[in-house]
């Protein structure tokens, strides 16, 4: 045999087993048998081939075409789906197939943040009678959990290990909607919002860059850009705050680390929004203290990047707990403030001791973002009521996302208007009419003139408003309610069983 003859015999068996060639269809490690798929939108498929290779996506009477790009990706997206029986999704190209069986389509949430969001149902469920009742209820077939790996029924074996706040609140979310349910969590203890947001998200941010450009000389985009030298420049500000016998400043944040590691290989998946519960170890971005700013950043990042509109951001509030809930009998509620009747002696004059408390209420004026009150539900950095926490959340979503006719949160401070000696308070959230509780009379509100001096005021709800006054308050100027580390004192609701949320009219800086 000649050497023409050689190399055509071996052109003609390589085009004879051409199709062995082909690298396979891969699908992205969030497609796996058992997945709940989003309805009612267009639902994103994606994966790897050889690059110009053709994809076909199939589901129900569907299939949809994609070609695969020189870098070998490819993304087919299905029209928008109704919940139905359990199908099959099959994703074909030249040479392979793969099949995922068991698929349903429904609601589909993301939990993510730190601690409360991180820790297991399976603890947790030792001190909550309810959470343990949902775990010993299941199999739950029509919810599946995806926590890095592959989609679960919602079994004995997989909720202990998943996050307690998110399965109860996916479990009360099915109960209540009666379809399919699917919850993916990606969450750390202990850790900050700037690392839950990229370096890109950060960056693009004008209000973050500003005030990270006030409090450093660097901006943020040369920190971005060059760590190392903005590194130098934070050691030797160690070194000088060491020299001169203070504390030194806390170190740079690991921007978009976790969101790296923990959410963003779930994007695009189809979603219909996200469970926050972080906050305790605020933002730790070097001068930017401020949770508002940096969560604004975080969820247009998250929206931008997921390309599927302003999806829901509900947000869990802190502090947890602080005061008497309506009904203190009432399961959700398990753990909270027992009602004080004792006005304190003291008065918080200064804003900047609850910055805090107040980022995480004005968190809820982003579009999109409602608050999930937690000031009347259980106390402390972990509460031990997850299932009261996912209760109170799936009741903002059914509200704010799938158009129930119920409040979802308790009256929020709108505006003010001075007359004569006393002020007309308005509010948002008035829900069935204003209410208060456990007392005889209306407090936990105070008044104060241009002396600045606080005063508890007395309080009268006159329609959806409330008129405040004090003898020695002749011309106000300021008011405020709730405002302290531990307002148990405070007895203002909305007549649909929600706490009044802590507000200050003070104008003030960090």
């Given amino acids: 045999m000649n050497k023409k003859t050689v190399s055509t015999s071996i052109f003609l068996g390589l085009a004879l087993y051409a199709p062995l060639l082909h690298a396979a269809v891969t699908i992205d490690r969030m497609f796996s048998d058992g997945m709940v798929l989003q309805r009612e939108q267009s639902v994103p498929v994606w994966g790897t081939a050889d690059a110009g290779e053709s994809v076909t996506v199939a589901f129900r009477e569907q299939s949809k075409k994609a070609t695969a790009g020189k870098d070998g990706k490819w993304m087919a997206k299905l029209d928008a789906l109704k919940v139905g029986p359990a199908g099959k999704l099959t994703v074909s190209g030249k040479a392979s197939k793969v099949q995922f069986k068991d698929v349903l389509v429904g609601e589909v ?150 969101y790296a590691r923990h959410i963003e290989y779930m994007v695009p998946y189809g979603i219909r929004g996200v469970l926050w519960d972080q906050g305790e170890s605020k933002t730790q971005i070097p001068g930017v203290a401020d949770q508002y700013v940096v969560m604004n950043a975080l969820i247009t990042g998250w929206r931008k990047v997921w390309g599927q509109g302003d999806f829901h951001f509900l947000h869990v509030q802190k502090p947890s707990g602080g005061v008497c809930p309506w009904d203190p009998d009432n399961p959700v509620n398990r753990g909270a403030k027992a009602f004080s009747p004792s006005l304190p002696g003291k008065h918080f004059d200064n804003p900047n001791a609850l910055a805090y408390h107040l980022d995480h209420v004005r968190m809820g004026t982003l579009k999109n973002a409602p608050l999930v009150t937690a000031l009347d539900l259980g106390t402390g950095v972990h509460p031990s009521n997850k299932s009261g926490y996912g209760k109170r959340a799936c009741r903002v979503a059914l509200g704010s996302v799938y158009g129930r006719k119920i409040a979802i949160s308790g009256p929020v401070y709108k505006s003010h208007k001075v007359e004569g000696k006393k002020i007309r308070v308005s509010f948002h959230h008035v829900g069935k009419g204003l209410a208060f509780r456990h007392a005889k009379a209306l407090q936990g509100f105070e008044i104060a003139g241009a002396d600045g001096k606080w005063h508890w005021a007395e309080a009268v709800i006159d329609g959806e408003s409330v008129v405040l006054g004090h003898p020695n308050v002749s011309k106000p100027v300021n008011i405020q309610y709730a405002f302290s580390n531990n307002p148990s004192y405070a007895n203002f609701y909305n007549k649909d069983g929600l706490p009044g949320l802590t507000f200050t009219t003070v104008k003030w800086e960090r």
Wanted: proline share 5%; net charge positive; charged share 25%.
């Fill in 109 to 258: 949430w993301v939990g993510s943040g730190q601690s409360n969001m991180a820790g297991g149902a399976g603890g947790y469920a030792k001190r909550d009678t309810d959470l343990a009742k949902i775990i010993a209820g299941g199999p739950y077939q029509e919810i599946r959990l995806y926590a890095g790996s592959a989609w679960k029924v919602a079994d004995k074996a997989s909720m202990p290990r998943f996050s307690a706040i998110h399965l109860s609140f996916g479990y009360a979310l099915q109960q209540e909607l009666k379809v399919p349910v699917g919850l993916m969590v990606g969450a750390v203890g202990g850790t900050p919002s700037g690392r839950w947001l990229s370096e890109k998200m950060a960056a693009a941010d004008a209000e973050l860059s500003k005030k990270f450009k006030a409090a450093n000389s660097y901006s943020l985009s040369d920190f971005v850009n060059d760590r190392e030298a903005f590194m130098k420049e934070w050691q030797a500000k160690v070194a000088k705050a060491k020299a001169e016998g203070k504390r030194p400043p806390r170190g740079p944040a690991r921007i978009g680390d976790l």
